[in-house]
């Protein structure tokens, strides 16, 4: 009998012992260095200028100092002719919900490994992911982007909205509404469907009151000329109001094109000069949807494989994830018809004046964390935008409407967020393979060390337990976040 006991209770010790270890995260990384300098690199500030060779000095998080070397050398810098660019920004993302998995940190260091050192999340589908990123990166010191969060969506009743949606039902609960953002630590306002124009008007008079930023949609029966949004999302608002009675509203809002004509691009990009509107198209998101046309070819693509299964098997899974439902040969057929005008106007829009943005609306289906602004620039390339100029859309363009100074530029005193690539990535975006190290807040990480940690996590997700655990609560997150009526 004692035996027995003890067989027991040894096989009790060894069952926590195997959980204790399964969920157990890998270390965390640590910076090669935090006060260093970039001697005899070449300084690119997309579209603003080029020095053949400088020191560039971190310290404290700062750019501290920027000396012109000439044609002095330093033969023992490691980055020795490589060139330096201001961290790329994402101006539309969501993150993990917060959760026992460490998606936070794990998603963070994808960003910096892409080189993607700042992002603004357009909204918590539950309230948690800004909150638990924050304190990955700031609190516990975690590799990671700057955070900069809408938090909750603002948007009408009796749609289908997230479930972390403040319901905004008449024009004077505005200023209400701002004020709670505020206090959730809002940096921007995401404005949602469901809202009319009046509603919309009355938010952004508030937002811009307190001194935030307005990004948000179309309302689902205006067009972009009825619409008070200042930075619109996904290009909404060029194709006319779909019928409230098809049986795949959201689908067809965001796809469906086929009636727009070059007549129409035109007036959008008339429309844009004249209400200032500001555009963040999403290309890569609306891309990605023909995943769906083969998924299991899909989920073993690169992007795909470099997330957990809890992605592919549960979040992102046509039949349990955020994008199930019935999709058809026809819908297929409208996207692929829909992406060329969408490059078409995103090229107008540029060619014009119109200021645009750089995002992703990751983590939607295949639009992996940092791959996804890759494939962002590579469609605002196809589209004919030249390279210089997309940089300077992803950098400093973008860091004026953020509330950080001289965020995007490499400037003494500006924030240290610096990329280091072999070879120049404004004459070619294949020279994106050739990053080498990423500053993030003075913090030196080179892509070797950000590579090992990735692995290390993706090792941790293939744990037994892990895996089994993680597919099945994303799958009840997943069916928590979304309020479908």
Same mark, same amino acid.
């Given at each position: ?62 750019i501290a100092r920027i000396e012109e070397m000439g044609t002095a ?183 469906d094109w086929r009636q727009v004509d070059e007549a129409r691009l ?63 040969? &026809?819908?297929?057929?409208? @996207? %692929? !018809? $829909? ?11 540029? =060619? +014009? ?11 939607l289906p295949f639009t992996t964390p940092g791959i996804s602004l ?59 393979? &050739?990053?080498?190290?990423? @500053? %993030? !807040? $003075? ?11 990735? =692995? +290390? ?29």
């Amino acid at each position: 009998m004692k035996a027995i006991l003890v067989a027991i209770f040894a096989l009790f010790i060894g069952i926590i012992g195997y959980t204790v270890w399964s969920f157990a995260p890998p270390p965390m990384l640590a910076a090669a260095s935090d006060e260093f300098a970039l001697t005899d690199v070449r300084v690119i500030e997309p579209m603003l200028g080029k020095t053949e060779s400088a020191s560039i000095l971190i310290a404290r998080g700062k750019i501290a100092r920027i000396e012109e070397m000439g044609t002095a050398t330093d033969p023992d810098s490691p980055y020795r002719d490589h060139f330096v660019l201001p961290g790329l920004i994402n101006a539309h993302v969501h993150l993990p919900n917060q959760t026992p998995l460490h998606l936070s940190e794990f998603v963070g260091l994808l960003y910096l490994r892409h080189g993607v050192t700042t992002v603004r999340v357009a909204g918590d589908t539950d309230g948690t992911g800004s909150q638990a990123a924050i304190k990955a990166f700031t609190e516990a010191g975690h590799p990671g982007p700057r955070i900069n969060s809408c938090r909750a969506f603002v948007g009408g009743a009796g749609k289908s909205i997230w479930a972390n949606t403040l319901v905004l039902e008449r024009p004077e609960q505005a200023a209400g509404i701002i004020n709670q953002l505020k206090a959730q630590g809002a940096n921007c306002v995401k404005a949602y469907d469901g809202l009319d124009a009046a509603r919309t008007r009355a938010l952004v008079a508030a937002a811009q009151n307190a001194g935030l930023p307005v990004i948000g949609h179309v309302p689902a029966d205006l067009l972009l000329e009825s619409s008070p949004v200042p930075n619109v999302q996904h290009l909404l608002g060029t194709a006319k109001p779909v019928d409230p009675g098809s049986a795949n509203l959201q689908f067809q809002r965001f796809h469906d094109w086929r009636q727009v004509d070059e007549a129409r691009l035109a007036q959008v990009v008339q429309i844009s000069a004249t209400n200032a509107i500001t555009h963040t198209p999403t290309l890569s998101a609306a891309k990605n949807f023909l995943n769906f046309e083969d998924f299991e070819k899909a989920r073993e693509s690169p992007a795909a494989l470099m997330m957990p299964r809890l992605f592919t098997d549960a979040a992102w899974h046509p039949a349990a994830g955020v994008m199930s439902g019935n999709i058809s040969a &026809t819908d297929f057929e409208t @996207v %692929r !018809d $829909g992406l060329p005008k969408k490059l078409s106007l995103v090229l107008k829009l540029h =060619e +014009a004046g119109i200021p645009l943005m750089l995002g992703t609306d990751d983590l939607l289906p295949f639009t992996t964390p940092g791959i996804s602004l890759w494939q962002e620039m590579r469609l605002f390339a196809e589209a004919g935008i030249p390279l210089p100029e997309i940089w300077a859309y992803g950098t400093r363009r973008a860091g004026n409407d953020f509330s950080v100074p001289w965020l995007g530029y490499i400037r003494e005193g500006a924030p240290a967020d610096l990329l280091v690539f072999e070879k120049d990535p404004t004459q070619d975006l294949a020279n994106l393979g &050739t990053l080498r190290a990423v @500053v %993030r !807040d $003075g913090k030196l990480y080179p892509v070797e060390d950000l590579d090992q940690a990735i =692995e +290390a996590y993706q090792a941790y997700y293939k744990r037994p337990l892990v895996d089994f655990v993680s597919v099945n609560l994303t799958k009840r997150i997943v069916a928590k976040s979304a309020t479908v009526e």
